[in-house]
């Protein structure tokens, strides 16, 4: 893959255990690494499924292929004072092994201390 298209740099963030100073944890999302990602977003449709809204990919984020690209993980872009976060919700690689497809949703991240 070029790296020309891969024009967005985003943190990679992974729930974890942090310690809460009095004995236990809380978890968090910790940011891992960054990447150089492109981010396309071909739909940004809501389902409704059984009388529960369902999140749909809202955006297709392809990056090199690495280990730690995986579902569960959230993927956070920030450009201007503004912030978007995504769920990955499958890493698909492609054949040759060079692009991996991430479809993700859009999350609304929770202020901190809620």
């Known amino acids: 893959m070029r790296a020309g298209p891969l024009r967005h740099r985003v943190a990679l963030h992974a729930q974890q255990r942090v310690?809460?100073?009095a004995g236990g944890y809380s978890e968090q999302w910790v940011e891992l690494r960054k990447v150089w990602v492109e981010i396309t977003t071909p739909?940004?449709?809501v389902a409704t499924v059984a009388y529960q809204i369902q999140a749909v990919v809202s955006a297709e984020i392809r990056a090199r292929p690495a280990n730690d690209l995986q579902a569960g993980r959230r993927l956070v872009y920030a450009r201007k004072g503004v912030t978007a976060t995504y769920l990955i919700e499958a890493a698909l690689p492609d054949n040759a092994h060079s692009m991996l497809?991430?479809?993700?949703?859009?999350?609304?991240?929770?202020?901190?201390?809620?």
């Open 19 to 21: 310690p809460d100073g």
């Open 43 to 45: 739909t940004g449709r």
């Open 101 to 114: 497809r991430l479809l993700c949703s859009s999350v609304t991240p929770k202020p901190k201390g809620q």
